[in-house]
Nanobody, 121 residues
Framework: QVQLVESGGGLVQAGGSLRLSCAVS????????MGWFRQAPGKEREFVAA???????IYADAVEGRFTISRDNAKNTVYLQMNSLKPEDTANYYC???????????????WGQGTRVTVSS
């Protein structure tokens, strides 16, 4: 089993930046993929970004060019650098572990508890 712990959320003004972290522990798959998803109140969980063990990445159109996903294998940590934040980025952000580089929640097997990001206008 894989354990994921997110951190780095908080309150920021529009145009500001935050960096989310996801600490990974446990038995990860050799060809793992890590994803970031978000869920705003009253809305479905939506894809943000994902990275594969090979460092291939995919992004949602809504965050392309503003967010960057990366990983530090030595620290077993995945990051989501969020720049030029907008009020519509306000949501709970979740990291997820799986084996496919995919933009759908069902492709991921393990999830963190989430970290809250609030962007004020």
């Amino acid at each position: 089993q894989v354990q994921l712990v997110e951190s780095g959320g908080g309150l920021v003004q529009a145009g500001g930046s935050l960096r989310l972290s996801c600490a990974v522990s446990g038995r990860t798959s050799s060809n793992y993929a890590m994803g970031w998803f978000r869920q705003a109140p009253g809305k479905e969980r939506e894809f943000v970004a994902a990275i594969r063990w090979s460092s291939s990445t995919i992004y949602a159109d809504a965050v392309e060019g503003r967010f960057t996903i990366s990983r530090d294998n030595a620290k077993n940590t995945v990051y989501l650098q969020m720049n030029s934040l907008k009020p519509e980025d306000t949501a709970n952000y979740y990291c997820a572990h799986g084996t496919l580089l995919a933009a759908i929640p069902n492709a991921y097997d393990d999830w963190g508890q989430g970290t809250r990001v609030t962007v004020s206008s």
